[in-house]
């Protein structure tokens, strides 16, 4: 089968490839640049990662990720010609950091000398068989294995500082971690967070709660993975030029039942409003992208276009406040209007400061929208014509943060930060501050 092949070139490139770059690195010690910087990867057996793939298409109510391991995570081409586009689940995203943690310039093979420990523990995809699969009634035991061999194997690794200095990538919401132990019958989700012996670890999650310390939010990847800075230039140049023709898009699901919500308010404005009565009679007030039953998780194709032809990006909550359609809008260079705080200003400080974020983004209260008779397209066409030309520079200035650039990028573009450059950079700094 094909996630066979998949992991077995996976395994080849982890197995094969790894311990050379890591010794030459380590002859490299002396160099100053990678004082305080030094990150060790903690060997694990591989039924925490690699043997995990093989479960891609076990659980039939999830989607069968087995197609999306391609190029090491980042899925298959949109197109056979694309050096950029890729079809991406965002549950992959332990694979595609595992990959890219490998050409970082400065791992070390001696824990003893790493400011950070990394553990390549594929934690979204081992919580599936919890959430979906047969150990739905253990889920509190999300995590035992892990510990056990922590604590068995090179034990001084893990306790010399408590956990303290280890870090892991979980590609779900860290709700989804979060069961209380003492919850019976269980509910939704694992209760790997909630085990005390990991309240030290720093967990980078695709959406954090607001108080436990160790979380922190990282972007969901796109579909947009260049390999050379020439391909991300003509990307930007593209966004530049790219003609809005419409002043907002919603493009997503929801809001179809009688209830007030602020999907429900968006859904309603955008039918209720065509044609603009500013000066261009063809341009439009609102478009939107039905993206409901996932039709556009694996499509990118569907609402590129149209994040491209318009100025604003609507991005209200759904089922959880995070939503991938965030940064779907900043690689078009779409500015994104938020209804709520927790959907990006209080998750992905690393990544979007929220020092900066009047600067690249719009935020309307969800409230005034629902229950106050404020329309959005009201908000947005008061907004000076300047503005909205200074604002789309800043979010397109913003697009190197939030991409995940593909692995083995050349130079050039290694050059720019991304954004596992940037959480690394953040668990560094978040370390030191404990440690």
């Not at 998750?347 to 209260?365: C, G, M, N, R």
């Amino acid at each position: 089968m094909a996630f066979k092949s998949t992991v077995t070139t996976l395994t080849i490139f982890f197995f094969f490839f790894v311990e050379p770059r890591v010794v030459s690195q380590q002859i490299s010690a002396v160099d100053s640049e990678c004082t305080n910087r030094w990150i060790h990867i903690r060997t694990l057996p591989s039924r925490f990662n690699l043997d995990l793939l093989s479960t891609c298409n076990r659980y039939p109510i999830t989607d069968d990720l087995c197609p999306y391991l391609a190029n090491h995570g980042l899925g298959p081409k949109t197109h056979t010609r694309t050096r950029s586009w890729y079809r991406t689940d965002p549950l992959l995203l332990e694979l595609i950091f595992h990959r890219r943690i490998l050409e970082y310039p400065c791992l070390t093979p001696d824990p003893d000398l790493a400011t950070a420990v990394y553990l390549p523990y594929y934690a979204g995809i081992d919580s599936l068989r919890y959430l979906y699969g047969p150990d739905l009634n253990s889920s509190a035991d999300h995590g035992s294995d892990l510990l056990e061999f922590l604590t068995r194997d090179q034990p001084e690794i893990w306790s010399r500082r408590s956990g303290h200095d280890h870090f892991l990538v979980m590609a779900r919401p860290a709700w989804d971690f979060s069961q209380p132990l003492t919850v019976d019958p269980p509910i939704w989700g694992t209760s790997f967070l909630e085990r005390r012996e990991f309240f030290n670890l720093t967990a980078l999650t695709l959406e954090s709660r607001f108080w436990p310390w160790q979380e922190q939010a990282v972007p969901y990847p796109t579909s947009f993975h260049p390999h050379s800075l020439p391909f991300l230039e003509s990307w930007i140049r593209r966004v530049r030029r790219s003609r809005r023709t419409s002043l907002m898009l919603f493009a997503g699901g929801g809001g179809t039942s009688s209830s007030p919500n602020i999907r429900r308010s968006i859904r309603l404005e955008c039918t209720n409003t065509n044609v603009t009565e500013s000066e261009s009679k063809s341009d439009k007030i609102c478009d939107f992208v039905d993206c409901s039953n996932g039709i556009c998780e694996h499509d990118p194709i569907r609402f590129m276009r149209p994040m491209l032809q318009s100025s604003f990006c609507l991005q209200p909550p759904g089922d959880t406040p995070t939503r991938k359609a965030t940064f779907d809008g900043i690689i078009a260079g779409c500015i994104p209007v938020f209804f709520e705080d927790q959907t990006a200003k209080m998750q992905y400080k690393w990544h979007l400061p929220d020092s900066e974020f009047a600067q690249f983004s719009v935020t309307i209260p969800k409230e005034d929208v629902v229950f106050r008779g404020v329309r959005i397209q009201d908000v947005l066409m008061s907004i000076p014509k300047e503005e909205v030309t200074r604002m789309r520079e800043r979010v397109i200035e913003m697009m190197p943060r939030v991409m995940y650039r593909r692995h083995g990028a050349s130079m050039g573009l290694m050059n720019k930060k991304d954004a596992v450059d940037i959480a690394i950079d953040g668990v560094l700094e978040k370390i030191k501050s404990r440690v």
